[in-house]
């Protein structure tokens, strides 16, 4: 088993879920901690990168490139369904403590994260670490260097990809991350209520 499926399968949630969406579609934590059901499309398979959440402040995403929209895969996508409530306001965080404010990247990193990784002998995890792994499974894949900077929200040189290919070719790769990675999602357990004491 690859290291970070150890981890992937030991974090307690909501770092789980959190750290298998980061590690799937390569987003940076404050885009994942900023998603909102608006910009989730789940028939359609893929969310927007619209904004980004650092210490409860919103803003815009780190370059213009980073305002993307990124493919899931089927896991992916069967994470984000399982946590999408009955009712479901659009504006509404997809990760949100209970009161609605965006979860705290530091907590759950000191509370969550670390502890999980040094619990496995891992060094240097960080949320960052999750989206640098995302980056080396895609270029294991094959995924040419112009959808992995579309992925990931690099700026990039239009004249190195063909752009009417990169959606098609995004949605390929992040699929094959995923199957490069498992366990199938639907063998992990289901989301329950984040603990509050990690959220704040």
């Known amino acids: ?3 970070v499926c150890a981890l ?4 307690p949630e909501p770092s789980r879920s959190l750290a ?3 590690t799937f579609a390569g987003l940076r934590v404050g885009e994942l901690l900023a998603l909102r059901w608006r910009d989730v499309d789940l028939e359609g ?5 619209r904004q980004s959440v650092y210490e409860g402040v919103f803003d815009d995403p780190k370059t213009k490139r980073s305002r993307r929209t990124v493919p899931l895969g089927t896991q ?12 479901c306001d659009p504006e ?12 705290c990247r530091r907590n759950l990193l000191n509370r969550q994260l670390k502890p999980t990784s040094e619990k496995l002998k891992l060094e240097g995890v960080t949320w960052h670490w999750l989206r640098h792994v995302n980056a080396t499974l895609l270029d294991s894949v094959g995924a040419s260097p112009g959808t992995l900077q579309a992925l ?3 700026a990039i040189d239009m004249s190195a990809i063909y752009v009417h290919s990169v959606s098609a070719d995004s949605r390929q790769a992040v699929q094959k991350v995923e199957e490069a990675i498992g366990p199938k999602w639907t063998q992990v357990p289901e989301w329950s209520e984040p603990v509050t004491n990690v959220t704040q």
């Not at 209970?98 to 979860?103: E, T, V």
Request: proline residues 7%; glycine residues 12%.
């Open 152 to 154: 990931l929200g690099h």
């Open 45 to 49: 398979g893929f969310i927007r990168v």
């Open 76 to 87: 992916g996508t069967e994470i984000l369904k399982g946590r999408k409530p009955t009712v």
């Open 8 to 11: 992937l399968e030991a974090l």
């Open 20 to 22: 298998w969406l980061l």
């Open 92 to 103: 509404s965080l997809v990760f949100a403590a209970r009161n609605g404010s965006p979860l």
């Open 1 to 3: 088993m690859l290291p």
